[in-house]
């Protein structure tokens, strides 16, 4: 691994030097502009480049998006020459762990030496200045879809924060990504799921009736975000993850208005409380469907600091239809979830998360040496994780086939698979596998003979090729 990065200018300096950032210096709009030049560039076949916008209309800090939007850049965010080495990582931490079992995974990794060795350490945050009169309306934040927030008239949204929270008695630290929007000076909607760490906590300070503390982060190391992003088991500590991920514990300093740590080294830090008895209307919102999600309650967090650095960076990102840059990030932890499948099913060989898929936990995954009862045992596995408990369609192959792509499991999908025996549903009918293996059929499948496409790999260039 390289040397890990600490920041958000560490990162783009470093996209810079690899010819993977582009400067707009003309002034650009956040409303809707910034999002339509985002949305043209991150859908270039190689994800184009990053982008900084030197100029937003209405603020002196400048926004950078697609900054993960490539494999390239996910690579140089997270230190590996290839996402393939967080399999390697993963799988040898899962090996100290002797049997394996998903409902206490959080706790049998948090207990090994070689991951608690990344817990952070505390330390000062001395680049950051107090903005006087806290107003989250002073950064350039995105309206990235003409309805986003039309249910209150609320359109800007901060879209890759780290959202941090805690437990009443300041145990189990959560950090999630969940969206926010602006909702005016010192007001933010944040819109987390009642089943996710910020929501549970949110509860818990709800049955008491006193609000809850909540830092809202922009920046800081690459690797503290991915982990937010991710959907780590149970309640794994995401900082102490990414320290794991980066190779190297992180900083935290404490937060100045709420008790809450965050990583040092972060462009932006939001304080505040989420009232206990408030809720607003939060949306609507486009999303990675290709249509809004509809307004709904949200959390109502009011802000009390904010700090930032004098040359904050402001990190957004586009959600739409793919490809879009977090289906990029996503491919981390595809890579990262092979090892965990690979430990509660070992006939696993692969797992692709199509584009087109990854946000609702459908994949297709290649086996070795399938058979039928295997197909149905391993998908039955999958369903009772957290990672696929609500997959609306696993595809599964023969590893033999060749490369777990979408185009593939298409064409082994059409042919291969029996309507009547190949497709397995679960018992709430929501689910669906496709035995796409072709393990049913007694066909003799065609190859190349090996000779000749050697002989033919041979003599490519003398045939004038």
């Known amino acids: 691994m390289t040397a890990p990065i600490h920041n958000l200018h560490q990162f783009v300096s470093l996209l810079e030097t690899r010819g993977e950032l582009s400067r707009i210096q003309v002034e650009a709009d956040p409303i809707l502009e910034i999002s339509a030049i985002t949305d043209r560039v991150c859908k270039q076949p190689d994800g184009g480049r990053a982008l900084l916008f030197e100029q937003p209309t209405g603020s002196s800090f400048p926004v950078a998006t697609n900054l993960f939007g490539s494999h390239r850049r996910v690579c140089l965010a997270l230190g590996v020459d290839n996402l393939d080495r967080l399999t390697e990582r993963m799988a040898a931490l899962l090996a100290l762990v002797p049997e394996l079992d998903v409902s206490r995974l959080d706790r049998q990794i948090g207990a090994l030496p070689e991951f608690t060795r990344f817990m952070p350490v505390t330390g000062h945050d001395t680049e950051l200045v107090a903005m006087e009169t806290p107003d989250p309306g002073r950064f350039p934040f995105l309206q990235s879809w003409p309805r986003d927030g039309a249910g209150e008239g609320h359109p800007r949204y901060i879209t890759l924060p780290q959202v941090f929270t805690a437990a009443p008695d300041g145990g189990s630290p959560n950090c999630g990504m969940y969206r926010c929007q602006v909702r005016g000076p010192c007001e933010l909607a944040v819109r987390w799921s ?26 800081g190391a690459p690797a503290a975000l991915f982990s937010a992003a991710m959907p780590l088991p149970g309640n794994l500590d995401e900082m102490t993850f990414a320290g794991f991920l980066r190779d190297a514990p992180l ?9 809450l740590r965050v990583p040092v080294g972060c462009e932006v830090v939001m304080e505040g409380y989420a009232d206990p008895l408030a809720t607003v209307m939060e949306g609507p919102f486009g999303n990675h469907t290709g249509f809004y999600a509809p307004a709904a309650p949200a959390a109502l967090v009011r802000v009390t600091a904010i700090r930032h650095r004098a040359d904050a960076i402001i990190p957004a990102t ?21 090892a965990f499948l690979k430990r ?55 590893a033999e086939t060749g490369p777990v792509d979408l185009s593939r499991a298409a064409w082994r999908g059409i042919n291969l698979a ?27 499948p065609v190859a190349m003979d090996g000779a000749i496409a050697e002989q033919v790999a041979r003599r490519w260039r003398e045939y004038g090729f």
Do not use: K, Y
Not at 205 to 216: D, L, N, Q, S, Y
Not at 318 to 338: H, I, K, Q, S, T
Not at 354 to 362: D, G, K
């Open 251 to 259: 900083v935290l300093a404490a937060c100045r208005s709420v008790p």
């Open 344 to 398: 509660l099913a070992p006939p696993v060989a692969e797992i692709s998360f199509p584009l087109e898929w990854v946000f609702h936990q459908s994949a297709i995954i290649s086996l070795e040496n399938p058979n039928p009862s295997m197909v149905r045992e391993i998908a039955e596995t999958l369903w009772h994780t957290p990672w696929f408990d609500v997959a609306r369609l696993l595809v599964f192959v023969d």
């Open 194 to 219: 009642p089943c996710s760490g910020a929501g549970r906590h949110f509860e818990a300070f709800r049955r008491r009736g006193e609000p809850m503390p909540v830092a809202i982060c922009l920046g």
């Open 318 to 338: 586009l959600v739409g239809p793919p490809p879009m840059e977090d289906c990029r990030m996503a491919g981390a932890w595809e890579r990262l979830l092979l």
């Open 418 to 444: 029996d309507a009547g025996l190949g497709l397995i549903r679960d018992e709430s009918g929501t689910r669906v596998a496709l035995d796409a293996t072709g393990s049913r059929l007694s066909r003799q």
